[in-house]
């Protein structure tokens, strides 16, 4: 099992605060897990186990809405760390994460991440802050999908995917969604982000080979995406 100390993710995240014999103490007590693609790494409801970071691969982050439809709040990548917010509140898992390929993920118990939260200042504000950073993406993310028309929020979304998500050598954002993800995504129905797709490819704006994207022309699809 690799050790916390020697994981180049620790620079991506919170862990980056804490000392060498801290990082040894999760060492110790984690768990290694494999997340199949289409399982889910924590439900909604559940009590929190710990804090998961994610060493490899990519996720998505939902709720049920009113009518039971999913709607997705959020992505998550390497680097990332999930839990730590339900950690912190001491209340069930707020959301459903759900892996979107093969994901490697360490677990570390819930306990060992409160033992550091009162021994380490610097991890604590650190968890604060993307506790905060988090919270601001979510309030934007709400006000733009109820001021935004549906092909606004969709222009958006892709370069949000594209920036988070990067590209693959041929240029297609590097993560796989359904037509019905991206529904999910942008608040409409399945049918909806078809034809919206379709508009933006006949437009010359993206680019489609089955459920790859490609964006042709960024800078066009950033005017879209802010009303212009």
């Known amino acids: 099992m ?17 000392t060498n014999a ?9 768990s290694s897990l494999l ?17 998961y970071c994610i060493k490899d691969g990519k996720c998505k982050m ?20 999930i839990g730590h917010r339900s950690i912190l509140s001491e209340e069930p898992v707020g ?3 759900t892996a979107l390929e093969d994901t490697r993920v360490c677990l570390i118990p819930k306990a060992d991440i409160l033992k550091m939260v009162k021994e380490n200042p610097s ?29 606004e929020r969709l222009a958006e979304t892709l370069l949000y ?14 993560v796989i969604l ?10 409409t129905a399945t049918e909806s982000a078809i034809r919206l797709l379709s508009s933006l490819k006949k437009e010359g704006l993206i680019e489609l080979i089955g459920k790859r994207i490609k964006i042709n022309k960024k800078s066009v699809l950033k005017n879209l995406s802010e009303g212009y």
């Open 2 to 18: 690799s050790k916390c100390a020697q994981c180049i993710i620790k620079q991506f995240n919170s862990f980056q605060k804490l």
């Open 22 to 30: 801290e990082l040894e103490v999760f060492s110790n007590h984690k």
């Open 35 to 51: 997340i199949k693609k289409g399982s889910a790494i924590m439900r909604e409801g559940a009590p929190v186990a710990g804090l």
């Open 62 to 81: 939902t709720k049920l809405n009113t009518n039971g439809k999913e709607q997705i709040i959020k992505f998550a990548r390497s680097g990332d760390i």
């Open 95 to 97: 959301l459903n994460i």
């Open 123 to 151: 991890f604590s504000l650190e968890l604060m802050k993307n506790i905060s950073h988090q919270l601001n993406e979510a309030n934007s993310s709400i006000s733009k999908m109820s001021q935004k028309p549906v092909k």
């Open 161 to 174: 995917l594209e920036e988070i998500f990067g590209v693959d050598k041929e240029g297609f954002i590097d």
């Open 178 to 187: 359904t037509r019905e993800e991206i529904g999910n995504t942008i608040g």
